[in-house]
């Protein structure tokens, strides 16, 4: 694509959007970034940042005209206290709206999906972008993300949409401003607020490597198409280790951390916890795929992904720096 075009992005005051952002204007691209609220404080004489709502239909106009393609990264998970029905209507509802004006507007779609919109495989079952579709028995934000890949991929056979989608693994690194759940267990693990890890991990993909890999797919992805954007798995013992290695950490199972969950909710409401634990995030860890195979992506979108060790480090350096 040329980098004179103008992309419009969702979720640029996020994690990945704002990483995205930056990447995008660094390669001399135009952006139209839409925000909710409060006009974030990034400036550009590239950047336009436009008022607006997902949830709210018909009111894309000035931010998709003119413009070339559409980075749809805005999306709520729903560990934590969020609401099932607000998770449905942004994550489902939020990208019919966009794809009904992509068709309107004759924009390209690029949707920022997850991995875990797809079945988890058995022990040593390879993870790739053919497993089957998770369902309504399963946990929200993963049957959101399932929901919306398949009216995706449904415009995309019927109304001639051009689109892909692009499925990331648990992203990491900076920049991370807020911090992101993940970037703020990591700070805490480094700077030993969080004594105790549990078994299990997670597959981790660095925020830079995705996000370049999303630009690459403007002018690379084939329509229908749907990529793992994986990067390596890592135990949350591992994890902690490479963030503080000089401190002990004590091990609590995932199982044990399960059956204490109605006391751990319970000491939550009295006391609070600085950290979000539910069923949703301890049997994520647990059931996290093992391998996975972003090859698809590597061949046709020149996805690349640096090790866990170094996005790990990267991050506490760059926060490091952030500290007045």
């Avoid at 078994?199 to 329509?223: C, F, M, P, W």
């Amino acid at each position: 694509m040329n980098k004179t075009q103008t992309i419009s992005i969702t979720g640029g005051t996020g994690h990945l959007g704002h990483c995205l952002l930056l990447k995008l204007l660094d390669q001399k691209y135009r952006v139209k970034a839409l925000y909710n609220r409060q006009v974030p404080l990034l400036k550009h004489p590239h950047l336009t940042w436009i008022k607006g709502n997902i949830t709210q239909a018909n009111t894309f106009e000035e931010f998709l005209k003119d413009s070339d393609a559409l980075i749809h990264s805005a999306g709520l998970i729903s560990i934590g206290d969020q609401s099932a029905k607000l998770v449905y209507q942004v994550n489902v509802v939020g990208t019919e709206h966009l794809i009904k004006a992509c068709l309107e507007h004759q924009v390209k779609m690029v949707y920022i999906s997850s991995c875990t919109a797809v079945k988890e495989t058995l022990a040593h079952e390879v993870f790739k972008e053919d497993r089957p579709y998770k369902t309504k028995n399963d946990f929200t934000y993963d049957y959101t993300k399932a929901m919306a890949e398949q009216k995706v991929i449904a415009a995309v056979k019927e109304n001639k949409l051009s689109a892909c989608i692009l499925r990331p693994t648990s992203i990491i690194g900076p920049p991370d401003d807020r911090p992101s759940p993940f970037g703020k267990t990591i700070l805490d693990l480094a700077a030993y607020k969080m004594p105790i890890v549990t078994s299990g991990g997670y597959n981790l993909v660095d925020v830079r490597d995705v996000s370049q890999t999303i630009i690459n797919s403007l002018d690379k992805s084939l329509a229908g198409e749907v990529y793992l954007l994986s990067g390596s798995y890592v135990t949350i013992k591992e994890i902690a280790k490479i963030a503080n290695p000089t401190k002990f950490f004590f091990k609590i199972s995932i199982d044990l951390l399960l059956f204490l969950l109605p006391l751990i909710k319970w000491y939550d409401k009295l006391f609070g916890m600085p950290w979000p634990l539910s069923k949703e995030s301890l049997m994520t860890l647990k059931m996290a795929p093992v391998q996975m195979d972003h090859s698809k992506a590597t061949n046709q979108l020149n996805h690349q992904s640096r090790a866990p060790s170094e996005s790990i480090l990267d991050l506490l350096s760059w926060h490091k720096k952030q500290q007045p």
